[in-house]
């Protein structure tokens, strides 16, 4: 059980009385049924990849959907697949690659994480700025009800206006209405062509810049543009492991930036070459590599890849998931950094991600030599700095991990009262005995499940 009890984190440990792994939706309905018959809470979980305590349970149980892993159709002319819940994000993209086709949505964790969780916290990653988030992937859904019943709106149909399109209540809802068992979700034509680039410049301004002038040649050929600050990349050097540094000599901003094409005989290169050259006489890039191979390509992915999980390496790191208008990223960047250093002398910032959608995780390493528990213990002082800069460029706190535990109590700060009493309306409306994932996202009873800090970051 172990497993299921900690975050992925480490920032929460919980208690449950047993996990159930039912291997179909008929048994995730019987399982429901009975314990909404007893008033047992559910916890569901697919991967367990969560980064904001969404799966977490406080007793009752966990219910795994890890046997629900059939790939039940792919439909080549329909362009869509049918996946259980349990499907891992990867299984999907071979099953979809296998039919000459493409899944677009790509996450550091596509080996672990299940479609299931995918869609229960409306995940990102790198692909939303030419094919959107999850949300924007899903045509069909089944969901088991609290109350066991089975809800089957598994349709693959891109139009259909018979009333309330349901399956968006369940995506990013991350548990709290409902179970999804399976999804009928798009497929795009598979690349045929490629051209990936890896740049220097000045800042988040000139990188800005860059970005508008690729998106108005490319347009729907810009299908990556990562955003990498100086401090991030000599994190990835400095702990990353057979990493090569695309670029010699070093720059203050990086980006690393993908052009796709259906079509074999797209001149992609002469593209790329021609806008960033233009840009290299404008003074914009400082310095540009594109790669020439597979393994380039890669080497030029994995420095992106890695810069989460070597932030550990340098101490505390307190982290945002945010994002505001792309004409105001730059902004961002520029002012929330500066807030920052200003209110903890040493801090470093490492501000990265997908700038194309306007989402940056901002987040904060320890000053060197400071103890990590004391820096920690000043997360909720740097969400007041960082959360408010963003609500006053009228953007989100959470971007596309979700709000979970961890945002719980931010969201009744910066989300418009009328929507918290909107979202605790149908909470309420349809899991009235508060037995499914009670806690998160919003808490509609009083005492809703504590917290349970382990003290890890």
């Not at 929460?12 to 809470?41: I, N, W």
């Not at 792919?74 to 000459?100: F, H, Y």
Request: with cysteine; aromatic share 6%; net charge negative.
């Amino acid at each position: 059980m172990a497993p299921h009890l900690v975050e992925t984190r480490g920032l929460y440990s919980g208690l449950a009385g047993a996990v159930v792994r039912p291997k179909d939706s008929q048994e995730v309905a019987f399982v429901m049924a009975a314990c909404h018959a007893e008033g047992v809470t559910v916890v569901p979980h697919g991967g367990n990849t969560g980064l904001v305590g969404g799966g977490v349970p406080f007793g009752g149980i966990v219910l795994s959907l890890s046997r629900l892993n059939a790939i039940r159709e792919v439909d080549a002319s329909n362009a869509t697949i049918t996946a259980e819940a349990g499907c891992t994000l990867k299984s999907i993209q071979d099953a979809a690659e296998e039919a000459d086709k493409l899944f677009p949505l790509s996450l550091g964790s596509e080996g672990t994480c299940q479609i299931g969780g995918n869609i229960a916290t409306n995940a990102g990653g790198t692909g939303v700025l030419r094919y959107g988030n999850t949300r924007d992937l899903v045509l069909g859904l089944e969901v088991v009800l609290p109350d066991g019943r089975i809800w089957n709106g598994l349709r693959g149909l891109r139009k259909d206006n018979t009333g309330y399109d349901l399956k968006h209540l369940f995506i990013g809802s991350e548990g709290t209405l409902g179970i999804v068992t399976a999804a009928v979700l798009k497929l795009y034509p598979a690349p045929k062509s490629q051209v990936t680039a890896f740049i220097g410049c000045d800042g988040p301004q000139t990188a800005l810049t860059i970005f508008e002038r690729l998106r108005a040649a490319a347009g729907d050929q810009l299908t990556a543009y990562e955003f990498i600050p100086r401090f991030g990349l000599d994190m990835v050097m400095k702990h990353g492991h057979d990493v090569t540094r695309p670029l010699q000599g070093e720059h203050a901003a990086y980006a690393l930036i993908e052009l796709t094409s259906p079509q074999p005989d797209a001149d992609l290169q002469t593209l790329a070459e021609t806008v960033l050259g233009q840009a290299i006489e404008d003074e914009l890039v400082e310095d540009a590599a594109l790669a020439t191979s597979g393994a380039q390509v890669a080497g030029m992915w994995k420095l992106r890849e890695l810069m989460s999980e070597v932030q550990g390496k340098e101490g505390g790191s307190i982290k945002h998931d945010v994002s505001v208008p792309v004409s105001r990223v730059a902004d961002f960047l520029t002012e929330a950094s500066a807030a920052c250093e200003a209110a903890m002398e040493g801090l470093r910032v490492c501000g990265f991600g997908h700038f194309g959608d306007g989402n940056i995780h901002f987040n904060l390493s320890q000053p060197p030599g400071m103890d990590k528990a004391e820096f920690l213990a000043q997360w909720e002082r740097f969400n007041r700095i960082v959360h408010d800069i963003v609500a006053k460029m009228n953007g989100s706190i959470a971007a596309e991990h979700g709000v979970g535990l961890i945002k719980r109590e931010e969201l009744l700060l910066y989300k418009d009262p009328v929507a918290v009493d909107l979202m605790k309306t149908v909470k309420q409306a349809m899991d009235p005995r508060n037995i499914l994932n009670p806690g998160k996202v919003v808490a509609i009873s009083d005492n809703p499940p504590p917290a349970l800090p382990t003290g890890k970051d």
